[in-house]
């Protein structure tokens, strides 16, 4: 008898301490997030407010002074890891008996504006925005929010959605797990970049000099856009980026073109037909050997399959009536190195257009790697074939007048590697758990993606630390970023503090 009740007794304890572990689980997301929703507004307008141009070091010094004191008054250990550039900040929060340790990142710096291109008085003020009847955004008090809220309603600035608006969730996040008593059975620590638009040049020596510090088991990447669905979704790859600028060189100076125009070599015609000899009509790279590596089973085209895109949509949106064949479908052409010309220049155009010969015709190519690129041999290939269509090239530099004697077709080479590509296994740590968090969330599986086409600067975090890692999109698609008139809607910003409390809160 007296063992039977020693082991009601143990069958208790044992009960009672499931529940209190439940009680995490069943925590009302939806009402504890509604509860800090403006408090998270303020949050991010206070942040978005401060101009944060990664090309102008000035400008991130008041964003790095903002991020530590707003960590440090929340009992984060807060500290600055130096690099060669700007500094690394670095947070962490030590969870007793944790026995797992989560590492975030974010990135605080944001494009270049141009002011006369946003429909606002200043795009570092924000402002909040409805659309009309006639489909224009019109500004209405930020204070409506007070006693109005409508999730299709936006907030208008710089960085709101790319990548301030993630970080102020997580922040919100942050508060309202701590108001209702909870913690993370987790360590957690967070990284957050200050040179992410200019591609974090200097973070993979930083990762290595500081990976004793930022070791953990997995790494969460809030940032990015959901599926054009705007359903909740997972990414558990980046493709990597490179850069390469070329120059052709014409006549050492522009020249008129009635008496030169059939003598002189035209560098923007040269340039043109070199760039159209490194692709097909159907937008493949005829490079020989520069998709190798590359083959999609069935098994891998089945999960890209699952991706819910509507293709004639997608074509729609972009205003294309056709697309490039990579891949035969828009998950599939991810899957591939891109080779795309984002920027031309020769001569003057419009009302400064001339009668001329230019002096020079200038091209900038960026490449979106994928995991089996190695973008050196991409780059090797590359010149290769430039020098096959009878090309000098020059590295770094432009030519001499001996050289302009000698050689019949001049080009300058400028190219630098960013980073790397990574992709993380669904069925991974990170990703079985991420899955349980979303589906506490919102009450259903994830879109999960194999790679998104943008490009984080992760891979010399998953390369240095040897760590799975998974991004955690957010914002809507629709935002605008990098250009004028950046936006988050209020429902991604709302659900976004609600996927963030729900990982927050979910046991690891």
Sequence with gaps: MKINIILIGLCLMISLGQVNAQSKVELDLEKVTTAHFLKGIGILNELVSIPNDSNDPEQLVPNI???????????????????????LLFAEMNVPEAEKTVLFYFHIDGQPVD?????????????????????????IPMETLKTAYDPEWRVFARSSSDDKGPFAMFLTAWDAMIEQGLMPNYNVKIVLDFEEEIGSPHLPEAVVRHKETLAADMMLIMDGPRHLSNEPTLSFGARGISQITLTVFGPRAAQHSGHYGNYAPNPAFRLSQLLASMKDDAGKVIIPGYYDGIVLTDKEKEILAQVPDDEDDIKRKLGIGSTDKVGSTYQESLQYPSLNIRGMSSGWVGDEVRTIVPADATAEIDIRLVPESDPERLFSLIRKHIENQGYHILDDRGPTDEERQRYPKLLKWEGSISYQAFRTPFDSEPGIWLNRAMVRAFGKDPIRKRISGGSLPIAPFVDALQVPAVTVVTVNSDNNQHGPNENIRLGNYKEGIKTALSILTEPL
């Excluded at 807060?78 to 060669?84: H, I």
């Excluded at 008085?121 to 224009?136: E, H, M």
């Design 65 to 87: 002074e903002w991020c530590e004191a707003n960590l440090s008054s929340r009992n984060w250990a807060v500290r600055r890891l130096e690099t060669t550039g700007f500094p």
């Design 115 to 139: 002011r006369k291109r946003w429909e606002q008085p200043d795009p570092y003020q924000p402002v909040l925005k409805r659309q009309n009847s006639a489909g224009n955004w019109e500004i």
